[in-house]
Nanobody
């Protein structure tokens, strides 16, 4: 059973930065589809960013130019660098990966952006 463990969340002032990490319990070298999603209070979970095994990235319009997704296959870890944070970025951020055709979610890490 693959596990994804997120870290790096916390409280930050608007305009600040955070870097989230997601460590997988097995190699992600061949895992094509990994990404970050978020769920704000009272809202549905939404895509934030995805990255393929080849490094191709995709971002939600709301975070383009502010967030950067990356991966380190050697460390079996993906990252989300979040800059110029806004109060509307407040949410629980979840890591996601497709392993052997099955979707796996992390437990989530809370990001709170104070105005």
């Amino acid at each position: 059973q693959v596990q994804l463990v997120e870290s790096g969340g916390g409280l930050v002032q608007a305009g600040g930065s955070l870097r989230l990490s997601c460590a997988a319990s097995r190699s992600i070298f061949s895992i094509n589809d990994m990404g970050w999603y978020r769920q704000a209070p009272g809202k549905q979970r939404e895509l934030v960013a995805t990255i393929t095994s080849g490094g191709r990235t995709n971002y939600a319009d709301s975070v383009k130019g502010r967030f950067t997704i990356s991966r380190d296959n050697g460390r079996s870890t993906i990252y989300l660098q979040m800059n110029s944070l806004k109060p509307e970025d407040t949410a629980v951020y979840y890591c996601y990966g497709t392993f052997s055709l099955s979707g796996v979610w992390g437990q989530g890490t809370l990001v709170t952006v104070a105005s």
